[in-house]
């Protein structure tokens, strides 16, 4: 901009007549953010350059675009601390067209592995926005597009493990800079055992932190062994488990009975139980789909102050079918190693963790669901296609799975209906239509 442009020419009438700016509006903007910057006479008077008037016009646009004043000066102010005159640079169009630009180029930076970048982008989102949005539209979201990255074979686990490392740093500063909390009740976190997305327990915990709740977070993969005395010494009035995999559910039900008998209500969630049907078995309630409604539902159920009973208690054949599972197990293993090693050693090699077709198909039974399998299924078909091109392999273990099932487990009706849904998964493997590629893990 030339020099001309900022010489103090205009008084606060003819700003007013160009821009259409209240003169208490303009006067609040000064006072609280200092821009603009009038150039004051020996009498006290404003004048206002040619350069101030654009900033008022740049930053009344921002505000129509649908920013909050503060946000649009932090932006200001973030643009010029790169060296960028923000009066030259393209402006955005608005909220959401900003909030994907940042998202988009956090990922870039994470996948370049470029971590002074992707701080410098998360530091201008906090500025600009608010804390529940930038971790919604940046953080979860970001994070669910470089794992969906992952699965289609476009992204490597250690870029995934990098951008996970560094929400979680970013997530546990804003958690540590929470004021204390003012209500009486305390609410414990955590995850159920080998459940290592702890990210969103994370997230949820800074959520309701800063609405003034002392929340309790224990981290990822909880043992179950000893729980029963950390419910003593901590006495929450609320326990919180999320879950994002099947067996991590199964594992979630099982923790949830033992706060049932300690009279704790247990609210769970994560994104396994957004399948219908598949938390009815667990002594607890559902938090939810949404971030909103998990932090109202975990408000109602420290009020209500009891355990809440499942909606549909597992049935005895269920039961007794898991425990006959349990102790085939072992057989069942071998059998599966001796007449397709090779192919469980390929799954086992792709590090999932808990998601082997065994714990899968316990979790099955354990919370009353044979056919969630099929969903783990279709998921592993796709993820072979996308990082190994084939899923013959795994048809000819789910052939060997069904058979060895009803071989060894022909009294468990339960244990039958999972055959048959490996079976119908097998017809589906071998007529290469395995159906939704949507990540499970």
């Known amino acids: 901009m030339e020099e001309a442009d900022r010489a103090p020419t205009y008084n606060l009438r003819a700003v007013i007549r160009e821009t259409g700016i209240r003169p208490d509006t303009l006067r609040a903007w000064e006072r609280r ?4 910057r009038p150039h004051r006479t020996r009498g006290g008077h404003r004048l206002y350059s040619r350069r101030d008037i654009e900033i008022i016009r740049w930053l009344m646009a921002r505000e129509a675009e649908g920013m909050r004043i503060g946000q649009a000066v932090a932006l200001w102010r973030a643009l010029e601390a790169e060296g960028q005159d923000p009066l030259r640079v393209r402006p955005v169009r608005s909220t959401r067209d900003q909030l994907a630009a940042l998202r988009a180029a956090w990922i870039e930076a994470c996948l370049r592995f470029d971590e002074k970048e992707a701080d410098r982008i998360m530091g201008e989102a906090f500025a600009l926005y608010p804390v529940e949005q930038v971790c919604h539209e940046i953080i979860e979201a970001g994070l669910g597009e470089i794992g969906e990255r992952w699965y289609r074979g476009k992204a490597t686990a250690q870029q995934e493990h990098f951008a996970s490392a560094l929400a979680m740093r970013r997530l546990n500063a804003l958690i540590a800079a929470t004021p204390p909390s ?3 009740q305390r609410i414990l976190i955590g995850c159920p055992p080998e459940e290592s997305h702890a990210l969103p327990a994370l997230l949820l915990t800074l959520l309701l932190r800063r609405r003034g709740w002392e929340v309790i977070y224990l ?3 909880l043992p179950l062994l000893r729980l029963e005395e950390a419910l003593i010494a901590i006495r929450p009035h609320l326990v ?32 396994i139980f957004q399948r219908p049907g598949l938390g009815d078995a667990i002594p607890g309630a559902f938090l939810g789909t949404t971030w909103e409604e998990a932090v109202s539902r975990a408000e109602a159920l420290v009020a209500l102050g009891r355990p809440i009973p499942p909606l549909a208690p597992l049935p005895e054949a269920f039961r007794r079918a898991l425990q006959a599972y349990r102790a085939a197990r072992p057989q069942l293993e071998l059998e599966i190693w001796q007449a397709c090693g090779t192919i469980q050693a390929l799954l086992e090699s792709l590090d999932l963790g808990p998601m082997t077709p065994l714990r899968i198909m316990e979790a099955a039974l354990r919370l009353g669901r044979p056919e969630a399998v099929a969903e783990e299924w279709r998921w592993a078909a796709g993820l072979l296609r996308h990082h190994g091109g084939s899923v013959s392999p795994l048809a000819e273990l789910t052939r060997a799975y069904a058979g060895a099932l009803r071989r060894l487990l022909s009294r468990e009706p339960a244990v039958i209906q999972l055959a048959e849904v490996l079976e119908a998964c097998l017809t589906s493997l071998e007529g290469s239509e395995c159906g939704s590629d949507t990540p499970s893990s």
């Open 33 to 36: 953010y200092g821009l603009p």
């Open 182 to 184: 003012v209500r009486p």
């Open 219 to 221: 981290g990822p993969d």
């Open 240 to 271: 919180i488990m999320l879950a994002q995999m099947l067996p991590t559910a199964a594992a979630l039900a099982d923790a949830a009975e033992i706060v049932a008998q300690k009279g704790i209500p247990l609210g769970y969630g994560g994104r």
